[in-house]
């Protein structure tokens, strides 16, 4: 069973950067597509970032250049630098891990088994 505990969420002003992290059980990352998502309040939950196996990272359009997504494969721990954060940016944050053949490691939701249980990111104006 892989668990993912993600931490790092907090309350800043526009322009202002987090660093979220993911920590995984061991192994996960060498496994599965690894990826961050986030949901707004009445919201759909939409990707935002995921990082493959070779390390080639995907965006969303949303917060190319603000975010950076990587991971220590070592410790096992996945990683969001987002900087130049705007109020659109608030949302609950959650790491997700798993592998979907159809779809690839990308930002589709069915491509995720496992879930964190998130943290809020909070941007005010």
């Known amino acids: 069973q892989v668990q993912l505990v993600e931490s790092g969420g907090g309350s800043v002003q526009a322009g202002g950067s987090l660093r979220l992290s993911c920590a995984a059980s061991a192994n996960t990352y060498s496994h599965y597509c690894v990826s961050w998502f986030r949901q707004a309040p009445g919201k759909e939950r939409e990707g935002v970032a995921v990082i493959n196996n070779d390390d080639t990272p995907i965006y969303a359009d949303s917060v190319k250049g603000r975010f950076t997504i990587s991971r220590d494969n070592a410790l096992n721990i996945l990683y969001l630098q987002m900087n130049s954060l705007k109020p659109e940016d608030t949302a609950m944050y959650y790491c997700?891990?798993?592998?979907?053949?159809?779809?690839?490691?990308?930002?589709?939701?069915?491509?995720?088994?496992?879930w964190g249980q998130g943290t809020q990111v909070t941007v005010s104006s």
């Open positions: 997700a891990a798993g592998w979907n053949r159809k779809y690839g490691c990308s930002l589709n939701r069915n491509v995720y088994t496992f």
